[in-house]
Antibody, heavy 122, light 107 residues
Framework: EVQLVESGGGLVQPGRSLRLSCAAS????????MHWVRQAPGKGLEWVSGISWNSDSTGYADSVKGRFTISRDNAKNSLYLQMNSLRADDTALYYC???????????????WGQGTMVSVSS | DIQMTQSPSSLSASVGDRVTITCQASQDIRNYLNWYQQKPGKAPKLLIY???NLETGVPSTFSGSGSGTDFTFTISSLQPEDIATYYCQQYDNLPLTFGGGTKVDFK
């Protein structure tokens, strides 16, 4: 069964850091690009970041550029999101999503995890 | 950034109704447009990719069309399990962007 399982969310104070993880199974992880997409409570979907199959290329939303870093470990079938300098408006459910292709610039998000909640508050 | 404008933002329909949602891009995105369904408390699910291609396993009651800046998503006969919020998403340019969503419920 194709599956993505996120972890690492929680309550954190503004300015602090958090690292999200996503464990993939049921498909050849290193054939595909991966993404993080977030959804603030009661709001729509926002793309956060994407990474190519071999980590050569990454992209970020302007709202997180310079604060968040996406990475992957193909040997561990895992995707990560290092989030620094967290702000209240980063509060959201963070989804890990598989890309259709090896490039994160192309195609759709065809498999989604169930998400991990990040709350930024003092 | 490419802005994706969905309309309506919400709609009410009856079982068996034909439902149509539109998505307009702020610039030409060719056919680089995807549609997702999100049920309450669940993760989004891919329904349509590249404007008109049905994802494997998705019922044929769902369809999509369009290219350039104007796109349409249709449910040919609304079923109870189709109650959800639907989002369009472009991948012609970074950042990847979504429409604001259309919430579909029963009249």
């Amino acid at each position: 069964e194709v599956q993505l399982v996120e972890s690492g969310g929680g309550l954190v104070q503004p300015g602090r850091s958090l690292r999200l993880s996503c464990a993939a199974s049921g498909f050849t992880f290193d054939d595909y690009a991966m993404h993080w997409v977030r959804q603030a409570p009661g709001k729509g979907l926002e793309w956060v970041s994407g990474i190519s199959w071999n980590s050569d290329s990454t992209g970020y939303a302007d709202s997180v550029k310079g604060r968040f870093t996406i990475s992957r470990d193909n040997a561990k079938n895992s995707l990560y999101l290092q989030m620094n300098s967290l702000r209240a408006d980063d509060t959201a459910l963070y989804y890990c999503a598989k890309a259709q292709y090896s490039s994160y610039r192309r195609g759709a998000f065809d498999i989604w995890g169930q998400g991990t909640m990040v709350s930024v508050s003092s | 950034d490419i802005q994706m404008t969905q309309s309506p933002s919400s709609l009410s329909a009856s079982v068996g109704d034909r439902v149509t949602i539109t998505c307009q891009a702020s610039q030409d995105i060719r056919n680089y447009l995807n549609w997702y369904q999100q049920k309450p408390g669940k993760a989004p699910k891919l329904l349509i990719y590249d404007a008109s291609n049905l994802e494997t396993g998705v019922p044929s009651t769902f369809s999509g069309s369009g290219s350039g800046t104007d796109f349409t998503f249709t449910i040919s006969s609304l079923q109870p399990e189709d109650i959800a919020t639907y989002y369009c998403q472009q991948y012609d340019n970074l950042p990847l962007t979504f429409g604001g969503g259309t919430k579909v419920d029963f009249k």
